[in-house]
T-cell receptor, first 115, second 111 residues
Framework: EPEVTQTPSHQVTQMGQEVILRCVPISNHLYFYWYRQILGQKVEFLVSFYNNEISEKSEIFDDQFSVERPDGSNFTLKIRSTKLEDSAMYFC?????????????FGPGTRLTVL | RKEVEQDPGPFNVPEGATVAFNCTYSNSASQSFFWYRQDCRKEPKLLMSVYSSGNEDGRFTAQLNRASQYISLLIRDSKLSDSATYLCVVRETGGYNKLIFGAGTRLAVHP
């Protein structure tokens, strides 16, 4: 069964450093997302991406964040200058189409720890 | 008011029990509704979509009341493997597909 993959599974970084989290969505999917989950809290939407541009972003997704689809398979989330409060699990998701009861498939996540 | 509210639990039930989870959402324009399951430190996985007429998938039954902005999930004949956190999830009309998650209700099924 096709699945979303993410690397690395765990990233430890120093405050102020840049990190890039990588995702490979399911191959025929057209819509891509990043969510995050701070330990013990709910899953929060960060950004959605379609047709090589951001279609929606949340208040969390400030100028420190960016997304890119550098090639036909990868989808990346970059945090330019990490803060302690960026420590969380970051989930990538993809879907074939938008809207309705269309399912978003989640990757296993990258645990980001900012020291 | 939180967008999606759930009782955090935990619900501790014996195997074979029936357990019900409730959820309310604040935006009456919400379009689609789901229950996701999340195991500890894992990704959310879709359990079932929730339709206006209610729907059933094996031991799981979901109900939606749009007038009350209320969603429920009923699990019959609980198994040990049902132990997880159950996330109530809403997609709003006009949104570009973003999902809004509740904080989840934790279920622990014991022998």
């Amino acid at each position: 069964e096709p699945e979303v993959t993410q690397t690395p599974s765990h990233q430890v970084t120093q405050m102020g450093q840049e990190v890039i989290l990588r995702c490979v969505p399911i191959s025929n999917h057209l819509y891509f997302y990043w969510y995050r989950q701070i330990l013990g809290q709910k899953v929060e939407f960060l950004v959605s991406f379609y047709n090589n541009e951001i279609s929606e972003k949340s208040e969390i997704f400030d100028d420190q964040f960016s997304v890119e689809r550098p090639d036909g398979s990868n989808f990346t989330l970059k945090i330019r200058s990490t803060k302690l409060e960026d420590s969380a699990m970051y989930f990538c998701a993809s879907s074939e189409i938008a809207g309705g009861t269309n399912e978003q498939f989640f990757g296993p996540g990258t645990r980001l720890t900012v020291l | 008011r939180k967008e999606v509210e759930q009782d955090p639990g935990p619900f501790n039930v014996p195997e074979g029990a029936t357990v019900a989870f409730n959820c309310t959402y604040s935006n009456s324009a919400s379009q689609s509704f789901f229950w996701y399951r999340q195991d500890c430190r894992k990704e959310p996985k879709l359990l079932m979509s929730v339709y206006s007429s209610g729907n059933e998938d094996g031991r799981f039954t979901a109900q939606l009341n749009r007038a009350s902005q209320y969603i429920s999930l009923l699990i019959r004949d609980s198994k040990l493997s049902d132990s997880a956190t159950y996330l109530c999830v809403v997609r709003e009309t006009g949104g570009y597909n973003k999902l809004i998650f509740g904080a989840g209700t934790r279920l622990a099924v014991h022998p």
